[in-house]
């Protein structure tokens, strides 16, 4: 006796999109909004002590990276933080969605953090927004995680669309 599933054999993947594109930068935000919204709620109600040392250690080197100018150590602590949340939301596939995606977010991010780098802020806003996030998970307020997470993704969106010139 065999079972056999009637589950489709294969496995979920992204096509290969030119990263340079903002067009392709902009559905990147937009996948990243549904995901991490509920992932940021996920975390301020299931968040440890661990998790939000694992926050705020990739705040302060994301911190660190804006005020310097580096631009790569800057996308590698944001990747940190993000995976960071995800970790919190303590739910595996969560984390493992977020591992799959890495590649293209952080190409995403790094279009970002380039046109941030030349801005006269350097790109400051976005570590008032993590900030913002890191204290409803802090405070397990999973309505005001939720708030924050939409509004960084949000304001991410505005940027790109203000660096490169493109209307809603």
Do not use: W
Request: aromatic residues 8%; charged residues 25%; glycine residues 4%.
């Amino acid at each position: 006796m065999f079972v056999v599933s009637t589950r489709p054999n294969r496995g979920f993947s992204l096509r290969d999109h030119d990263a340079q594109s903002i067009e392709h930068v902009l559905r990147m935000v937009e996948l990243r909004m549904g995901f991490e919204v509920e992932a940021a709620a996920l975390a301020a109600e299931r968040r440890t002590r661990h998790d939000l040392t694992m926050m705020l250690d990739a705040q302060e080197s994301f911190r660190e990276a804006v005020a310097s100018g580096d631009i790569q150590a800057g996308v590698d602590a944001d990747m940190a933080f993000h995976r960071a949340v995800c970790t919190a939301a303590d739910n595996e596939l969560y984390l493992e969605f977020f591992n799959y995606l890495s590649s293209y977010l952080k190409e995403t991010i790094l279009v970002s953090r380039r046109k941030a780098a030349t801005r006269v802020d350097g790109g400051q806003a976005p570590i008032a927004e993590h900030q913002t996030l890191i204290d409803a998970i802090t405070n397990q307020d999973v309505d005001a995680a939720r708030s924050a997470a939409r509004y960084h993704i949000e304001c991410n969106k505005h940027r790109l669309q203000t660096y490169y010139d493109v209307k809603d």
